[in-house]
C-alpha cells in the first residue's frame, strides 16, 4: 500500500476522524501533521490517574460475559486492561486523564468498541483521581463465514506450474511444488504452493503416479487413508517464493505443506487476510490441492505480520486446527505501537506507516485488537513461541506478554528463547545454529500435535 502526505488542515483531520473509521490515508497524514507541528507525544500532565468502570453483556440474551478483557490504550498506543467477574464486571485502574474508546474481546463473541447512534466513537471522559463509569459493552456472538460446498468451482482454483525444488538443509532436501492461481472477493490470489515430498507420488484417482507411469498388473495401490500426508499450513509474511527453501525443507521431512503469501490488495484488513488464507486452507483439507491431503487437523505456522493473520484464521478455522507456531510474530499490537511512538524499534522502510495507518488506539482500538493475540489467549489452541532477543522489529518483550496470557490461561505452550540476528528462519547458506536448532524444534512440536 502507497501513503503519502495530504496537507490537510488539523481542523478537518480532527472532523474526519471523528466522523466515522479514517482511511489509512487519512490516518497517516495525520500522523506525519502531528509530526510536523511536534504534538506527536505530548509531555503529560502530573496529575493522579482515574479509575474506569463498566460492564459487558450479551447482546443477544443479556446475559453478563465472564472473562472478557476490556481494553482501553493512550493515544501512543499504551494499554490498560480489565477482566470482567461473574457479574460481567469490569475494573481498570491508573488511567492518564483524557478521553477513550472501550472496547472488549471475550471468546466466542466478536470483539466490539464503544459507539454511539452515528457509528462516531463511544468516549468516556476519564479524570483525575475519579472514578468514570463507561456504557454498557454489548458483544455480539461470533460465526464464521459459510463456505460453499462447491468452493474449488466458485473461486475457479486452477494449477499453473508443477516443479521439483530442493533446499541446502537439511541436505538431500527436496519436493514436488504446485502452484495454484484462484480468485475470491475480486482479488486474484496466486500466491497459493503445495509442497509435496518426491517419493509421495501416486495419484490415487488414476492408479498412476504423477509422472504419468501406470502400475504394473497384479499390484495393489495403497488406500487414500494409508498414503495420506500429515499437513502443514505456512502463511508467510512476505511473497512465498522468496521462501521456497523452507518450504521445501518441511515437504522433505515427510509433510504436505501447503503455504500463501498475504496479497497487497488487501491493505491492512488483516481480517481479509484470514479469509483469503481460510480459503487455502479449506481446499488443502478438502483435498481440491492433492488427494494425499486430506481433512485431518494441520499445524499452521508463520511469523512476523503473518502471525496476525494466523491469529484471526486460529478463531475462524478451529475445528481444522490443531497446533500453531508463531516465529518472531506480534504478540501486542498495542505494545508494539507504544514502543514505535517511543522510537524503541526498527521499522524495514516498507513498513515505515503500517502502525500509524490503523489510526488513533485511543479513538480506534479495533484494529490493534485485531492484530493482538495476547487479548485472544484463552481462544487459541497448543503454541510453540520462538523469538530472538536480537530482534529489534518485534521486540521478544512481546513474545513474553504471549507467552504469560496462554499460560494463565491453561493453554499448553513451548517456546524457543534465543539471542542471533534473525527475525525468520531463513534457510539458506546463511543458515546458522540457531536456525537449525529452530527448525528442529519446530518439528518435534509438529510431531506432537499432528
Not at 460492564?55 to 498506543?77: H, K, N, P, Y
Not at 499453473?160 to 527436496?174: E, I, K, L, M
Not at 507420488?201 to 487414500?224: A, L, R, Y
Not at 539471542?419 to 539458506?428: A, G, N
Request: glycine share 8%.
Amino acid at each position: 500500500m502507497r501513503f503519502w502526505f495530504i496537507p490537510i488542515p488539523y481542523l478537518l483531520v480532527t472532523i474526519i476522524v471523528l466522523g466515522c473509521g479514517p482511511s489509512a490515508e487519512v490516518n497517516v497524514a495525520g500522523y506525519l501533521l502531528t509530526k510536523q507541528l511536534g504534538t506527536q507525544n505530548p509531555t503529560p500532565v502530573a496529575e493522579m490517574p482515574g479509575t474506569l468502570t463498566g460492564r459487558v453483556i450479551d447482546s443477544v440474551t443479556g446475559e453478563a460475559i465472564e472473562g472478557a478483557t476490556v481494553l482501553v490504550a493512550e493515544q501512543t498506543g499504551r494499554p490498560h486492561t480489565g477482566q470482567t467477574d461473574a457479574h460481567g464486571r469490569y475494573t481498570i485502574e491508573a488511567i492518564p486523564s483524557g478521553n477513550y474508546s472501550p472496547a472488549a474481546i471475550a471468546p466466542g463473541y466478536l470483539e466490539t468498541a464503544s459507539q454511539t447512534l452515528w457509528g462516531t466513537p463511544g468516549l468516556v471522559q476519564i479524570d483525575s483521581a475519579k472514578t468514570s463509569v463507561a456504557s454498557t459493552l454489548r458483544l455480539v456472538p461470533y460465526r464464521p463465514t459459510d463456505l460453499p460446498e462447491n468452493l474449488a468451482q466458485v473461486v475457479g482454483l486452477t494449477t499453473t506450474t508443477v516443479y521439483t525444488a530442493t533446499a541446502p538443509y537439511p541436505d538431500g532436501s527436496a519436493a514436488l511444488v504446485h502452484h495454484y492461481e484462484l480468485t475470491y472477493h475480486e482479488v486474484k490470489i496466486d500466491s497459493l504452493r503445495l509442497y509435496t515430498p518426491l517419493e509421495i507420488n501416486v495419484n490415487i484417482d488414476s492408479g498412476s503416479n504423477e509422472n504419468g507411469t501406470e502400475e504394473k498388473e497384479g499390484e495393489t495401490s495403497p488406500s487414500k487413508t494409508e498414503l495420506a500426508l500429515p499437513l502443514l499450513f505456512m502463511v508467510y509474511p512476505t511473497h512465498v517464493d522468496l521462501w521456497e527453501t523452507v518450504s521445501v525443507a518441511f515437504a522433505g521431512q515427510g509433510y504436505a505443506l501447503v503455504a500463501m503469501s498475504p496479497m497487497v490488495e488487501r491493505g491492512l484488513d488483516i481480517d481479509a487476510h484470514a479469509q483469503d488464507a481460510r480459503i487455502g486452507l479449506e481446499l488443502a483439507t478438502r483435498s481440491e490441492l492433492h488427494p494425499l491431503v486430506t481433512d485431518k487437523d494441520a499445524v499452521v505456522l508463520g511469523g512476523s505480520f503473518s502471525s496476525a493473520v494466523l491469529n484471526r484464521l486460529l478463531r475462524d478455522a478451529s475445528s481444522q486446527i490443531s497446533a500453531w507456531v508463531t516465529v518472531g510474530g506480534i504478540g501486542n499490537a498495542f505494545t508494539g505501537t507504544s514502543e514505535f511512538y517511543a522510537g524503541q524499534v526498527t521499522i524495514p522502510a516498507e513498513y515505515t506507516y503500517l502502525i500509524p495507518a490503523l489510526g488513533s488506539p485511543r479513538l480506534y482500538p479495533l484494529p490493534f485488537l485485531r492484530y493482538s493475540p495476547v487479548y485472544a489467549a484463552p481462544q487459541l489452541p497448543p503454541t510453540q513461541i520462538i523469538h530472538t532477543a536480537a530482534d529489534l522489529i518485534i521486540p521478544i518483550e512481546q513474545a513474553y506478554e504471549l507467552e504469560q496470557a496462554l499460560r494463565s490461561s491453561g493453554v499448553p505452550v513451548e517456546v524457543f528463547y534465543y539471542d542471533d540476528v534473525s527475525h525468520y528462519l531463513q534457510i539458506d547458506e546463511n543458515l546458522t545454529d540457531a536456525g537449525k536448532e529452530m527448525f528442529t524444534q519446530i518439528l518435534a512440536f509438529i510431531e506432537k500435535y499432528n
